[in-house]
């Protein structure tokens, strides 16, 4: 479970560090940061797979993603007073991590390439940034007595019994030691943490429009997750359900419909979802039913997989939704996070209300995203970024 979150220098976050629970609901106005911490967080996912760098480029390089306030709120600024003229005196640098109070963290600090001097080769991969550090740790945050593998720069090492061994030397500025090191067998915490890391599971902006994939049959095969388009929502729900999860799915559906049963109608091999509703006399299937029914059984499908990750992220859930299907939904995401830690990302304070998790209210402060309530970032959990 990831019980610290900490983020700096992206978008609109110059520095965010928040303590997550077991169902954590992050919400605030729009504008606010919400959706910053929460492509953060998939950005962390990105390195797990190794994929942090590509991503950072796809979206414009380090430039179009870092934070583009001043390095530090002065007292001047605070009052009211410009922030034009205030000068960088740090490198630039994006930085991601977590911690588990019982188990192992990450850390990663991104930064511009060095360039080319003399007239050496100009590389075209511009847009790339540069893996600056890597640090894997245990407990909550990256202090120097915690650290397991630290990379810098090229040069990687593990901490073992008889003290630090060097675990690599040359490692690409774009290569991540969860990805190039996994198999590592002096440092088995790469591979832990790299699966764990890569059953993260990110849930936004399913489609529910007319020509949606969930609408159509499809070829139906035990799937024990959700694919990210919904295409197997079908097959997911009938996994589940064989997998002895029947009186879970029943009583989300019948809550949430007025005592409506979920049906998988298969034929020829395909699969689709179908709602037998009291009073119809025929089975509604997927292609008939309304945005926000099909939202729910979408939502309800990845919140009763069987592959049952360490992390689940939704990210606005509500959409389509009837204000009705808020509390049955959150009835649903409230049993998901007995098993499964739940983050949820939300305007919708009825939403909110109706999940009583934890809670994070993201506002603006001077341009930045803050945690409401916070005196400043003397007031937020402890975290520490290595050096350079």
């Known amino acids: 479970m990831i019980d610290r979150l900490a983020i700096e220098g992206y978008r609109s976050i110059r520095s965010l560090v928040v303590d997550l629970a077991p169902l954590t609901v992050v919400t605030g106005r729009n504008g606010s940061g919400k959706s910053s911490l929460y492509r953060a967080l998939r950005l ?11 991503e950072l ?3 414009g390089g380090l430039d179009a993603v870092r934070w583009a306030g001043p390095e530090r709120i002065s007292r001047a600024v605070r009052e009211g007073g410009p922030t034009e003229g205030l000068v960088r005196s740090g490198p ?11 188990g192992l963290g990450y850390a990663i600090d991104l930064g511009l390439p060095v360039p080319a001097s003399g007239g050496g080769f100009v590389s075209h991969f511009d847009r790339d940034p540069d893996i600056k550090q890597e640090h894997v740790f245990a407990g909550l945050e990256p202090r120097p007595s915690s650290v397991l593998v630290e990379r810098r720069g090229g040069v990687a090492r593990v901490h073992g019994d008889d003290g630090w061994r ?15 090191h996994a198999g590592a067998a002096d440092a088995p915490e790469i591979a832990g943490l790299r699966r764990e890391m890569r059953a993260w599971r990110f849930h936004d902006a399913f489609r529910t429009d007319a020509g949606a994939p969930a609408r159509r049959p499809q070829v139906g095969t ?3 997750r959700l694919d990210d388009d919904g295409a197997n929502l079908g097959a997911v729900l009938r996994t589940s359900i064989e997998a002895g999860h029947e009186r879970e799915i029943a009583r989300a559906v019948a809550e949430a419909f007025d005592g409506s049963e979920l049906e998988i109608v298969g034929q020829d091999g395909r699969m689709t979802p179908a709602l037998r509703q009291p009073g119809v006399l025929r089975m509604l299937t997927a292609d008939e039913l309304s945005d926000g029914t099909l939202q729910f059984l979408l939502l309800l499908a990845a919140l009763t997989s069987v592959e049952r990750p360490t992390l689940i992220v939704l990210n606005e859930p509500e959409r389509s939704l009837h204000a009705e299907l808020f509390s049955p939904l959150a009835a649903l995401i409230r049993r998901a996070s007995e098993q499964t830690q739940v983050l949820v990302v939300t305007h919708q304070r009825q939403l909110a209300d109706a999940l009583d998790g934890s809670r994070i209210e993201l506002e603006k402060e001077h341009g930045q995203t803050v945690v409401a309530g916070r005196d400043g970032l003397l007031d937020q959990p402890g975290w520490h970024w290595p050096k350079r």
Request: aromatic share 4%; glycine share 16%.
């Open 222 to 224: 035990r799937s024990p």
């Open 166 to 180: 060097e675990l690599a030397r040359g490692m690409p500025a774009w290569g991540s030691v969860l990805d190039e």
């Open 44 to 54: 962390l996912a990105a390195a797990g797979q190794g994929r942090a760098v590509g």
């Open 57 to 59: 480029a796809a979206d």
């Open 92 to 102: 630039v640098a994006l930085r991601l991590g977590f911690g588990a109070a019982d």
